[in-house]
């Protein structure tokens, strides 16, 4: 198949990239950078917005749309999103893949969980495939940034202690879900592992397999809700914010069942994908060009 990525220089589209090469594909892709990636045939600079030319994407089997622009807002991703796709129906590209997230749902608080929703019922609608991921476990993007918080803190504070719940799925299985809805699945596919873990597990196993000791301390909702709060009166920039704090708590109804074990049967338990993703780290992250691309949840 000849596949074209949107966001392809970034953690998730290089990883698909070379997945899809590895397995005989012809891949092409976008970037903002328009840099090299080894694994593609050809990179056209672009900028969520602005349009792609449909003979850009002329002869291509599937249009897989992984960019999206943390520093712009959802009129900026939804709008570029739904020109990408007009360019792809333009140039008769006959399927397309939107990655989502854990996050979209209806009523979502989250600006990120809203447009995700968005654009889901806009490809579910035209008869296309939505996929949304959990938090993506490997050497790249938001979790190796979280690993690297979590490496170098000699105390870690745990909100409600560490109860909250947390989709995930190792990088490597989610290469191989997606490679299984290439032929011809449509509809909405939810990739994460069945059994959600708790922070606090998420938090204990990272240190353990960096052996890296912390102190664990509990922090009250109600304590931390009036800490942002206070903190963004005095326009103080923490790494999150009240909205990420209600979305966390909203994320806690699960709302998605899991398809993982469907399409992947044998799929890494937490403890491997955290042990092989620690031990990739060591050989330093894998080359992300774009770090405006998808990640989850």
């Not at 994407?57 to 599937?62: E, K, N």
């Not at 447009?115 to 050497?139: A, C, H, M, S, W």
């Not at 979790?143 to 504070?157: A, D, E, G, Q």
């Not at 009240?242 to 799929?267: F, G, T």
Request: proline share 6%; net charge positive.
């Amino acid at each position: 198949m000849k596949l074209f990525l949107t966001g392809v220089g970034g953690f998730l589209g290089s990883h698909l990239a070379a997945h899809w090469t590895a397995s005989g594909h012809q891949v092409y892709g976008a970037s903002r950078s328009g840099a090299v990636v080894p694994e593609l045939r050809h990179v056209v600079p672009f900028t969520l917005g602005q349009p792609l030319s449909p003979e850009d994407l002329a002869a291509m089997d599937i249009v897989v749309h992984l960019a999206y622009d943390r520093q712009a807002g959802i009129a900026v991703n939804v709008e570029g999103t739904k020109l990408v796709f007009a360019a792809a129906r333009a140039a008769g590209v006959p399927r397309q893949i939107f990655v989502s997230s854990y996050s979209a749902r209806p009523e979502s608080i989250s600006e990120y969980g809203r447009l995700k929703r968005q654009l889901e019922t806009y490809f579910l609608d035209r008869g296309e495939t939505i996929v949304r991921p959990g938090l993506v476990v490997g050497n790249g993007g938001l979790f190796l940034r979280n690993v690297r918080k979590i490496l170098t803190s000699p105390v870690m504070p745990l909100l409600d202690g560490g109860r909250d719940l947390l989709p995930v799925v190792a990088v490597e299985d989610l290469g191989v879900a997606m490679t299984m809805l290439l032929e011809s699945r449509v509809g909405a596919y939810n990739l994460f592992n069945p059994d959600l873990v708790t922070m606090r597990q998420f938090i204990e196993t990272i240190n353990r397999a960096g052996r890296h000791r912390a102190l664990y301390f509990n922090i009250p909702v109600s304590w931390a809700t009036g800490l942002l709060s206070l903190s963004e009166k005095l326009r103080i920039k923490l790494p999150i914010d009240s909205d990420n704090l209600r979305a966390l708590k909203q994320n806690q109804e699960c709302i998605h069942k899991s398809d993982l074990r469907m399409l992947v049967p044998e799929y890494r338990s937490f403890e491997e994908m955290i042990a092989a993703a620690i031990a990739a780290t060591a050989h330093g992250p894998t080359p992300s060009r774009d770090r405006k691309g998808a990640e989850g949840p």
